[in-house]
């Protein structure tokens, strides 16, 4: 039986207003490095939807690109890109249903092939980024309204799902010893799961980090090699086999882009390790093309980078028919709720928490979690999963004073 305050609620809610913010934290000196990236100022574009029954949605992208800019001052300073919500989104929803999820995603998708982008010199990436973090912030709303926390909207039961860590970075001054102190503290914090970075050595010393890595953490925590597209295919089939006897759950993005899906076919056809990918596929038409021709076993896809919720739903069914699991890259607290909900949600990605340290030097070495400060409210970790809670919504809240200390305003 419908509770009559809830129906009313979803019969009058409208959207009354779209706040954007873009916050840059300070840069990272010296970089943390990939295989081929580096990684050297966290940023964030925020996404608060507003509606006239006093439901706020929260979204948020941690990849859009061409937001800010680093000025002379050495400040950064709003970039082109950050106009796209007020000149070109926000008048589409204004005064629109949030609860008409598909709807609007349709609508701003639209914007992605119109002549408005271009004109402006907005990117297609950048508006997939806003589109992201605004259907974000549309499903916040529409569980709001239930009273529901958003993986049991979409039918999840279980509130605790499996997480891996991320680590194992190259950094300027990190060596052997450093890298296992890193995985060990991983270790003894209850991490099941590990994944580390290959590539941005000679496969001779990346084997013997590997190997390192396996001797501090054991024969039980699962072990997954990312290498960031480092390798060309007939490489990557080499390292595979170096890689093999160590005892590797999968290997990630191991193809250069420029072979694509067929690359990643021949590596994964050769190699006894399971492969993963695609968290930079924009659309669930990329991830279906991935998942049925280049014989991948582990979906990436990031919905904070792209598409938001609505499109990682349906890359998890074209995903499932195909039997591919979905492990999504990065964006913990959000992507929990979808594996969670999903029949083949595997497992979700974390950097470490910065409480888990009791000195900065501890922390050197460690690409740890700097955008966990964002929230004063957010789901909990405990014995190397995330445990959602059944508050409305995402069960996350933004820390107000963080938010005013990062902004970028005009």
């Given at each position: ?7 009313e609620v979803?019969r009058l ?6 706040e954007a913010?873009?916050l840059v ?10 295989s081929?990236l580096?990684?050297n100022?966290p ?17 948020h992208s941690?990849q859009?690109?061409?937001?800010f800019r ?9 970039a082109?890109a950050?106009?796209?919500?007020p000149d070109?989104?926000a008048p ?5 249903d ?9 609508k701003i998708f639209a914007?992605?092939?119109r002549?408005h982008w271009n004109a402006?010199g907005?990117?297609?990436s950048?508006m ?6 605004i259907?974000m912030a549309?499903w ?6 239930k ?13 605790q799902v499996?997480m ?9 001054g990190k060596g052997?010893?450093e890298?296992?102190?890193e ?10 799961a590990?994944k580390v970075r290959?590539g941005?050595m000679s ?15 054991g024969?039980?925590?699962?072990l997954m090699?990312d290498a960031?597209e ?7 089939i080499?390292?595979?086999a ?6 590797i ?5 191991p193809v ?6 067929t690359?990643l ?8 390790i ?6 930079q596929?924009?659309t669930?038409w990329?991830?279906a093309?991935m ?5 991948i076993?582990f979906?990436?896809?990031?919905c904070?980078?792209?598409g ?7 890359v998890?069914d074209?995903?499932?028919?195909v039997?591919v ?9 959000i992507?929990?709720h979808l ?8 497992i979700?990605e974390a950097?470490?928490?910065p409480?888990m340290?009791?000195t900065?030097?501890e ?5 740890w979690d ?10 909990e970790v405990r ?9 409305p919504g995402?069960?996350?809240?933004l ?7 990062l902004?970028?305003?005009?």
């Amino acid at each position: 039986m419908s509770d009559p305050a809830i129906d009313e609620v979803l019969r009058l809610v409208k959207i009354t207003s779209v706040e954007a913010k873009v916050l840059v934290w300070p840069a990272i000196d010296p970089p943390f490095w990939m295989s081929l990236l580096p990684v050297n100022r966290p940023h964030e574009l925020v996404m608060l939807v507003h509606t006239d029954e006093r439901l706020t949605g929260i979204g948020h992208s941690d990849q859009a690109g061409d937001v800010f800019r680093g000025g002379s001052d050495g400040q950064p300073h709003l970039a082109n890109a950050s106009r796209i919500v007020p000149d070109a989104i926000a008048p589409l929803l204004t005064g629109e249903d949030p609860l008409q999820v598909e709807s609007l995603w349709q609508k701003i998708f639209a914007l992605t092939y119109r002549h408005h982008w271009n004109a402006e010199g907005w990117s297609r990436s950048s508006m997939l980024s806003a589109l992201a973090a605004i259907d974000m912030a549309l499903w916040d709303i529409r569980a709001k309204a239930k009273g529901l926390p958003v993986f049991r909207l979409l039918g999840g039961e279980d509130p605790q799902v499996p997480m891996y860590i991320a680590g194992g970075y190259y950094r300027e001054g990190k060596g052997l010893s450093e890298l296992a102190d890193e995985c060990h503290q991983y270790s003894a914090h209850g991490y099941n799961a590990l994944k580390v970075r290959v590539g941005g050595m000679s496969l001779e010393e990346d084997v013997e980090r590997v190997r390192v890595i396996r001797e501090t953490v054991g024969p039980d925590m699962k072990l997954m090699l990312d290498a960031n597209e480092a390798y060309d295919s007939d490489t990557a089939i080499e390292a595979a086999a170096e890689y093999q006897d160590i005892g590797i759950y999968w290997f990630e993005e191991p193809v250069a882009w420029y072979e694509g899906n067929t690359g990643l076919r021949k590596v994964s056809e050769a190699i006894e390790i399971d492969v993963a990918g695609g968290e930079q596929t924009a659309t669930h038409w990329e991830a279906a093309e991935m998942a049925s021709e280049a014989a991948i076993k582990f979906m990436e896809f990031d919905c904070m980078r792209t598409g938001g919720p609505t499109e990682w739903l349906r890359v998890a069914d074209v995903c499932r028919r195909v039997g591919v699991q979905m492990a999504p890259h990065h964006g913990a607290h959000i992507h929990a709720h979808l594996v969670a909900a999903a029949s083949n949600g595997l497992i979700v990605e974390a950097f470490p928490d910065p409480s888990m340290y009791s000195t900065p030097e501890e922390l050197e070495f460690v690409r740890w979690d700097r955008k966990r400060e964002l929230f004063s409210v957010h789901p909990e970790v405990r014995d190397g999963s995330m445990w959602l809670s059944d508050i409305p919504g995402w069960g996350i809240e933004l820390d107000e004073d963080v938010v005013g200390r990062l902004e970028v305003k005009e």
